[in-house]
């Protein structure tokens, strides 16, 4: 995942025509040139007619069984190389027409393979369990793919016999529709307002541009009235947004109860195998636990001088603070900070840096954002777009815990098993921002720069994990009026995130009526329902590791056992359930204690954060 909070794409005018090599990534690393990617992409349009000739055939003999399992896995890792070379070429210069039609044909070759071989799961499932069991017992080779073997015979009770199957998938583009429509409204056909700026500069209100004005701007009045004419956007469309969010929840029942689960949120936790009651525990405990979101509003209030705290006043910074942090010197801290996990953690953070992975700093036609992508056999690739501020140094810290966790689990596991779930894909992440957000704190007695720090680390607890709770409540009740067959109209979806804003801000956000319609923004409620509450869940995880690891209260060989089980879990890849993998480090998400210690982290960071206001004023 990308990190959530890295929308706001400033310093457009940042141009580095000549950008010294070491920020740049060496792609060599993955192909010498274009020739030698077109021997792999042979090789595997080869390599799925291969496949195919064994259908019908799984069935026949263990042999036959490995060898088409093999070569299935084979064509899985070459795809990893043969799919990342174009792709990353591309996101650092979009309008390249020869690698376009290169990754193009990569996708087509993609799409070949899916049509060809959607028989395999099917066929699979078809030999009886045992056997199948058997056959691992006694072929090393296939050991590694036991545990996803495994679990595709534990959700077998939810693929249908294959008439129903074949009715099913008449119907599959027409209930992913919603999505489209969606998308299309949203990005193709909507007209987003323009306003005068008290510097009488006349803008467009674009999701992005509001995020930067509300981010940066401080006067009040500016924010207010990009706030009212973004959201005025939604608020035209409601009743069309609304249908369309009806669609896609009442798709998402139909789709459950033909499959034969109890509830919708049932269906899209049982792929990784998550108890529903981690979902409910999440939202019921972080709605009851309010108290601190309130505080840090109210203190917010006090420390900007508003006269009324609305909800558009939430972003900007509580002080001006513009460090610039060179790339150099923040790699070194980055490095440092990474001390209390271990020598051998820093050798391989170490090599991650210095070894051309990174894409460093925004050029002509680059992407935005930033991400770190894998490639199995090779190392992952990290794209940023550095611009010295402290928000980039640790969208910075953060793409390198993933990097790290990719390498550890790809080193540690066979193919079949090095790739982990989104469930636990932030926790390394985040546990880098907080190494590196202490480290950051234990270096500078400046005020305003502690401040800053700080915000950094409210901001997560309140944008990563109080509001994707937030959200995760809204999902959660719109899709359960759906299944006791109430209507889903923008009345009713409006008085629900209405209620959810009550629960979370209560009076220490004025009423905003323009607020009912939030959830028309979130792609995540259309593009993939039930996905949010898991940046919140990741949150609490890396939290509880980071305490049972770095609090001195601890003792020392407490501390150390909590850290040679954190160092598993980033080698184990996705060799068990999430949830097992967690439990296995030391972090029950099914006990409410977990999240309700969060909550009261939120409570401490306020406490450092009045104090360092104080320490301002004197
Ligand atoms: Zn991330």
Same mark, same amino acid.
């Given at each position: 995942?990308?990190?959530?909070?890295?929308?706001?794409?400033?310093? +457009?005018?940042?141009?580095?025509?000549?950008?010294?090599?070491?920020?740049?990534?060496?792609?060599?690393?993955?192909?010498?040139?274009?020739?030698?990617?077109? %021997?792999?992409?042979?090789?595997?349009?080869?390599?799925?007619?291969?496949?195919?000739?064994?259908?019908?055939?799984?069935?026949?003999?263990?042999?036959?069984?490995?060898?088409?399992?093999?070569?299935? $896995?084979?064509?899985?890792?070459?795809?990893?190389?043969?799919?990342?070379?174009?792709?990353?070429?591309?996101?650092?210069?979009?309008?390249?027409?020869?690698?376009?039609?290169?990754?193009?044909?990569?996708?087509?070759?993609?799409? +070949? !393979?899916?049509?060809?071989?959607?028989?395999?799961?099917?066929?699979?499932?078809?030999?009886?369990?045992?056997? =199948?069991?058997?056959?691992?017992?006694?072929?090393?080779?296939?050991?590694?793919?036991?545990?996803?073997?495994?679990?595709?015979?534990?959700?077998?009770?939810?693929?249908?016999?294959? @008439?129903? $199957?074949?009715?099913?998938?008449?119907?599959?583009?027409?209930?992913?529709?919603?999505?489209?429509? *969606?998308?299309?409204?949203?990005?193709?056909?909507? %007209?987003?307002? $323009?306003?005068?700026?008290?510097?009488?500069?006349?803008?467009?209100?674009?999701?992005?541009?509001?995020?930067?004005?509300?981010?940066?701007?401080?006067?009040?009045?500016?924010?207010?009235?990009?706030?009212?004419?973004? *959201?005025?956007?939604?608020?035209?469309?409601?009743?069309?947004?609304?249908?369309?969010?009806?669609?896609?929840?009442?798709?998402?029942?139909?789709?459950?109860?033909? &499959?034969?689960?109890?509830?919708?949120?049932?269906?899209?936790?049982?792929?990784?195998?998550?108890?529903? /009651?981690?979902?409910?525990?999440? =939202?019921?405990?972080?709605?009851?636990?309010?108290?601190?979101?309130? &505080?840090?509003?109210?203190?917010?209030?006090?420390?900007?001088?508003?006269?009324?705290?609305?909800?558009?006043?939430?972003?900007?910074?509580?002080?001006?603070?513009?460090?610039? *942090?060179?790339?150099?010197?923040?790699?070194?801290?980055?490095?440092?900070?990474?001390?209390?996990?271990?020598?051998?953690?820093?050798?391989?953070?170490?090599?991650?840096?210095?070894?051309?992975?990174?894409?460093?700093?925004?050029?002509?036609?680059? &992407?935005?954002?930033?991400?770190?992508?894998?490639?199995?056999?090779?190392?992952?690739?990290?794209?940023?777009?550095?611009?010295?501020?402290?928000?980039?140094?640790?969208?910075?810290?953060?793409?390198?815990?993933?990097?790290?966790?990719?390498?550890?689990?790809?080193?540690?596991?066979?193919?079949?098993?090095?790739?982990?779930?989104?469930?636990?894909?932030?926790?390394?992440?985040?546990?880098? /921002?907080?190494?590196?957000? @202490?480290?950051?704190?234990?270096?500078?007695?400046?005020?305003?720069?502690?401040?800053?720090?700080?915000?950094?680390?409210?901001?997560?607890?309140?944008?990563?994990?109080?509001?994707?709770?937030?959200?995760?409540? !809204?999902?959660?009740?719109?899709?359960?009026?759906?299944?006791?067959?109430?209507?889903?109209?923008?009345?009713?979806?409006?008085?629900?995130?209405?209620?959810?804003?009550?629960?979370?801000?209560?009076?220490?956000?004025?009423?905003?009526?323009?607020?009912?319609?939030?959830?028309?923004?979130?792609?995540?409620? !259309?593009?993939?329902?039930?996905?949010?509450?898991?940046?919140?869940?990741?949150?609490?995880?890396?939290?509880?590791?980071?305490? %049972?690891?770095?609090?001195?209260?601890?003792?020392?060989?407490?501390?150390?056992?909590?850290?040679?089980?954190?160092?598993?879990?980033?080698?184990?890849?996705?060799?068990?359930?999430?949830?097992?993998?967690?439990?296995?480090?030391?972090?029950?998400?099914?006990?409410?204690?977990?999240?309700?210690?969060?909550?009261?982290?939120? @409570?401490?960071?306020?406490?450092?954060?009045?104090?360092?206001?104080?320490?301002?004023?004197?």
């Amino acid at each position: 995942m990308e990190k959530v909070n890295a929308m706001n794409q400033e310093n +457009k005018n940042i141009k580095r025509v000549d950008i010294d090599q070491k920020y740049k990534w060496k792609l060599s690393d993955l192909y010498q040139n274009w020739d030698e990617w077109e %021997k792999d992409y042979k090789k595997m349009d080869q390599m799925i007619s291969e496949i195919a000739s064994f259908k019908g055939k799984l069935r026949d003999n263990p042999e036959t069984f490995a060898k088409a399992v093999l070569l299935n $896995e084979e064509f899985d890792i070459l795809s990893y190389k043969v799919f990342r070379y174009p792709q990353l070429m591309l996101d650092l210069n979009s309008k390249d027409q020869f690698v376009a039609s290169k990754f193009q044909k990569v996708q087509i070759l993609f799409s +070949k !393979f899916s049509i060809q071989n959607s028989w395999i799961a099917p066929e699979i499932l078809s030999i009886p369990m045992e056997t =199948v069991i058997g056959w691992i017992d006694t072929n090393p080779d296939l050991e590694p793919h036991r545990f996803s073997i495994m679990n595709m015979f534990r959700l077998q009770k939810h693929v249908l016999s294959e @008439d129903k $199957e074949k009715l099913l998938s008449f119907y599959s583009q027409f209930s992913s529709s919603p999505k489209s429509i *969606y998308s299309q409204l949203s990005t193709a056909d909507i %007209k987003f307002n $323009e306003v005068k700026l008290s510097n009488d500069e006349t803008i467009k209100i674009s999701p992005a541009n509001y995020s930067r004005i509300l981010a940066t701007n401080r006067n009040q009045d500016d924010r207010k009235k990009t706030f009212e004419a973004l *959201y005025s956007v939604y608020q035209d469309y409601q009743n069309t947004y609304a249908s369309i969010y009806n669609a896609s929840v009442q798709a998402d029942w139909a789709s459950s109860q033909a &499959r034969n689960y109890t509830s919708s949120l049932e269906a899209a936790l049982e792929g990784d195998n998550i108890p529903t /009651e981690v979902y409910r525990n999440l =939202v019921q405990t972080v709605g009851e636990n309010t108290a601190p979101l309130k &505080r840090y509003a109210r203190l917010r209030k006090k420390i900007l001088g508003l006269e009324k705290y609305h909800v558009y006043d939430g972003s900007v910074a509580i002080v001006d603070f513009d460090k610039k *942090y060179s790339y150099d010197d923040v790699t070194k801290w980055i490095l440092e900070s990474t001390e209390p996990l271990g020598g051998e953690y820093q050798e391989k953070l170490k090599n991650a840096l210095n070894g051309k992975w990174i894409d460093v700093y925004e050029t002509e036609g680059k &992407r935005s954002g930033a991400y770190s992508a894998g490639v199995y056999g090779v190392h992952p690739y990290m794209l940023l777009n550095y611009n010295e501020t402290l928000d980039s140094v640790f969208t910075l810290a953060h793409e390198l815990g993933h990097t790290m966790h990719t390498m550890l689990s790809s080193e540690a596991q066979p193919f079949a098993t090095h790739e982990y779930t989104i469930f636990i894909a932030e926790v390394a992440s985040t546990f880098n /921002e907080r190494l590196l957000l @202490d480290y950051l704190l234990n270096r500078t007695t400046d005020p305003k720069e502690r401040i800053a720090l700080l915000q950094q680390e409210i901001r997560n607890l309140t944008g990563t994990f109080y509001f994707q709770a937030l959200l995760a409540d !809204f999902e959660l009740q719109v899709h359960e009026l759906a299944e006791k067959g109430e209507a889903i109209t923008s009345e009713v979806l409006g008085d629900t995130m209405s209620a959810i804003y009550d629960k979370y801000y209560g009076d220490s956000v004025e009423k905003e009526d323009l607020l009912r319609v939030v959830w028309a923004r979130v792609p995540h409620f !259309f593009n993939s329902p039930f996905y949010v509450y898991q940046y919140a869940t990741c949150f609490v995880s890396s939290a509880v590791l980071y305490d %049972k690891i770095t609090n001195p209260e601890n003792s020392k060989a407490e501390r150390e056992e909590a850290l040679k089980k954190y160092i598993s879990l980033l080698k184990s890849g996705g060799n068990d359930y999430p949830m097992e993998q967690l439990k296995k480090a030391g972090v029950d998400l099914t006990q409410k204690e977990v999240t309700l210690a969060l909550t009261k982290q939120l @409570d401490i960071m306020l406490d450092l954060l009045e104090k360092e206001i104080e320490n301002l004023e004197k």
